[in-house]
Nanobody, 126 residues
């Protein structure tokens, strides 16, 4: 069992930045073998893919909505993944969650992840 905990959310003005963290605990000896993803859910909307990274960090993929503004990184030794959010817009307001699954051939934006965090709120004011 892997538990994921996000942190770093908050209230920020449009154009500002935040850095979210996702820390894995529990059965983390294989953290380096997990593909990781970030998702978000805005009020009244479906959950949407934000970005993801392969287990070895070789590949990252972002949604068109955040491409060029957000960046994912990971520190496998610390069982942690990060999401840097820059040039934030009010439409980025959502609960951001991280997810993990054992390395697979599934595309990173496919929502079939084994483990999910509770999420952290990001609110961007205009």
């Amino acid at each position: 069992q892997v538990r994921l905990a996000e942190s770093g959310g908050g209230l920020v003005q449009a154009g500002g930045s935040l850095r979210l963290s996702c820390v894995a605990s529990g059965r983390t000896f294989g953290f380096g073998s997990y593909d990781m993803g970030w998702f978000r859910r805005a009020p009244g909307k479906e959950r949407e893919f934000v970005g993801g990274m392969r287990s070895d960090g070789s590949t990252t993929y972002y949604s068109d909505a955040v491409q060029g503004r957000f960046a994912i990184s990971r520190d496998n030794a610390k069982h942690t993944m990060f999401l840097q959010l820059n040039s934030l817009k009010p439409e980025d307001t959502a609960v951001y969650s991280c997810a993990a699954r054992v390395r697979s051939l599934l595309a990173l934006n496919i929502h079939q992840y084994h483990y999910w965090g509770q999420g952290t709120q990001v609110t961007v004011s205009s």
